[in-house]
C-alpha cells in the first residue's frame, strides 16, 4: 500500500550534518502520518520526530529536539529529516515509516514502532568524535 525507500545516509564527524530522505510510493502516501526511527548497536528501536499527512503537526523526542527537523513535500512524495549538530550517540540506522488514515495530533514521538504499517530498509548515519 505505501513503499518506503530511504536515503542520505552517511558518516560525519561531531558537530556535523545531514539531511536523510524517504521517498513514498502508493495510493495513500499523501493520506499517511510519518515517524523516523532509529536503532543504535545493541539499543531498541526508537521514534525520533513524527509529522502528519498535511505536514502540519510535527513532535521530536527529547533528545534530538533543536537539533534536528522534519518536513515533508506531498508533490514529491518525499519526507526528509534535517539533522544538525550531531553526536556520536546518534549513531545509529535510520528508518522512515507510514501510517495510514490518522489525523493529526496522532503525529507524536511517543510511538512504538509497533503503530506504524509501513517501513523503508533503513539508512546509516554513523558520527564519529
Known amino acids: 500500500q505505501v513503499q518506503l525507500v530511504e536515503s542520505g545516509g552517511g558518516s560525519v564527524q561531531t558537530g556535523g550534518s545531514l539531511r536523510l530522505s524517504c521517498v513514498g510510493s502508493?495510493?495513500?502516501?499523501?493520506?499517511?502520518?510519518m515517524g523516523w526511527f532509529r536503532q543504535g548497536p545493541g539499543k531498541e528501536r526508537e521514534c525520533v520526530a513524527a509529522?502528519?499527512?498535511?505536514?502540519?503537526?510535527?513532535d521530536y523526542t527529547d533528545s534530538v529536539k533543536g537539533r534536528f527537523t522534519v518536513s515533508r513535500d506531498n508533490a514529491k512524495n518525499t519526507v526528509y529529516l534535517q539533522m544538525n549538530s550531531l553526536k556520536p550517540e546518534d549513531t545509529a540506522v535510520y528508518y522512515c515509516?507510514?501510517?495510514?488514515?490518522?489525523?493529526?495530533?496522532?503525529?507524536?514521538?511517543?510511538?512504538?514502532?509497533?503503530?506504524?504499517?509501513?517501513w523503508g530498509q533503513g539508512t546509516q548515519v554513523t558520527v564519529s568524535s
Open positions: 515509516a507510514a501510517k495510514p488514515g490518522v489525523y493529526g495530533s496522532w503525529s507524536r514521538a511517543n510511538r512504538p514502532p509497533a503503530s506504524f504499517d509501513y
Open positions: 509529522i502528519s499527512r498535511g505536514g502540519i503537526y510535527t
Open positions: 502508493g495510493r495513500r502516501f499523501s493520506d499517511s502520518a
